[in-house]
């Protein structure tokens, strides 16, 4: 039986995390972004997190953003030169094969960095087998919209330059399959939802710059036969302008997150009736009369 396919080279993304470690945080709008919001997230939860664990951690904003929410947050990254140079608990791994013993941990989160494994339904049953029963997992991921500009506008240029286009920039989840994903991994009570993010800048060559700083440059197993000119990138950036310019000449650039909630199951939780078993007929709920279908 084989596995999943291997859209993407985990080595080369990990050289790219590298890369990128020493200036991440001129760059890490995004992930503060997705950090606040996943503390505001665990905020309400009346629930005592004595052992998370940060997947993605990058430059360490979900730790700012939780400060004492948890007990110890042990953050994790494929990047060791991510994680250099701060204190607390700290470990390399890859999402794709997590080191941690079954039921084990109360609350992992993931912070932008699924959309890069081959197999996210794995790396999804994966943290549920990790979690304690009725543990919690949210995590963030970039979703299909992300960068529409900056592909169409590449797909543009290649097509009038080259004759046609390849894909250059990575995909990444669609939100209808999203909830879909967490039912697919075993997960109780599956939730998803979007957050559409739009970042305007200067030039186009500027959002690069800045996906660079990020490390979260494309990374397809299957090289772009073609390489990427300066030519190909030139016209591809006054495509983006034209196409997409204010009148001032800025470019946005779309970010979609899609943010996963997922309990690991436990008989203590909330659990849908059998079909059949409901004590109130839903006209009663609705205080309205019930009408019979024609024929029946």
């Known amino acids: 039986m084989s596995g999943?396919?291997?859209?993407?080279?985990?080595?080369?993304?990990?050289?790219r995390l590298d890369r990128a470690a020493p200036g991440f945080a001129d760059a890490d709008f995004l992930q503060r972004r997705v950090a606040e919001d996943i503390a505001e997230?665990?905020?309400?939860i009346m629930r005592d997190f004595s052992l998370a664990v940060d997947l993605s951690a990058r430059g360490g904003a979900l730790r700012q953003a939780l400060g004492d929410r948890v007990g110890l947050l042990i953050e994790a990254d494929l990047s060791a030169a991510m994680l250099a140079g701060r204190p607390g608990p700290r470990v390399v791994l890859d999402e794709e094969r997590l080191p941690?013993?079954?039921a084990s941990l109360d609350l992992i989160v993931s912070t932008l960095g699924l959309h890069w494994t081959n197999d996210v339904v794995g790396a999804l049953i994966q943290i549920r087998r990790a979690l304690k029963p009725d543990g919690?997992?949210?995590?963030?991921?970039?979703?299909?919209?992300?960068?529409?500009?900056?592909?169409?506008?590449?797909?543009?240029?290649?097509?009038?330059?080259?004759?046609?286009?390849g894909q250059r920039v990575s995909p990444f989840a669609d939100m209808r399959d999203a909830a879909g994903l967490l039912q697919r991994a075993g997960y109780a009570l599956p939730v998803a939802d979007l957050d559409r993010v739009s970042v305007t800048y200067a030039h186009p060559l500027r959002l690069m710059a800045d996906l660079r700083q990020m490390g979260e440059t494309g990374v397809l197993a299957e090289r772009h036969p073609r390489a990427?000119?300066?030519?190909?990138?030139?016209?591809?950036?006054?495509?983006?302008?034209?196409r997409f310019g204010d009148a001032e000449g800025r470019v946005p650039a779309t970010f979609e997150i899609v943010t996963l909630t997922g309990w690991a199951p436990h008989e203590s939780q909330q659990q849908p009736l059998r079909p059949g078993s409901a004590r109130m007929r839903l006209a009663d709920a609705l205080g309205t009369?019930?009408?019979?279908?024609?024929?029946?």
């Open 4 to 15: 999943p396919p291997k859209l993407f080279d985990r080595a080369l993304h990990r050289k």
């Open 41 to 44: 997230r665990l905020a309400p």
């Open 100 to 102: 941690f013993a079954p």
């Open 136 to 165: 919690l997992f949210v995590g963030a991921l970039l979703g299909g919209e992300t960068l529409t500009e900056l592909r169409q506008s590449l797909v543009s240029a290649e097509v009038e330059l080259l004759g046609g286009a």
């Open 228 to 242: 990427l000119t300066r030519a190909l990138l030139a016209r591809t950036a006054e495509i983006y302008q034209e």
């Open 289 to 296: 009369t019930e009408h019979p279908l024609p024929g029946d």
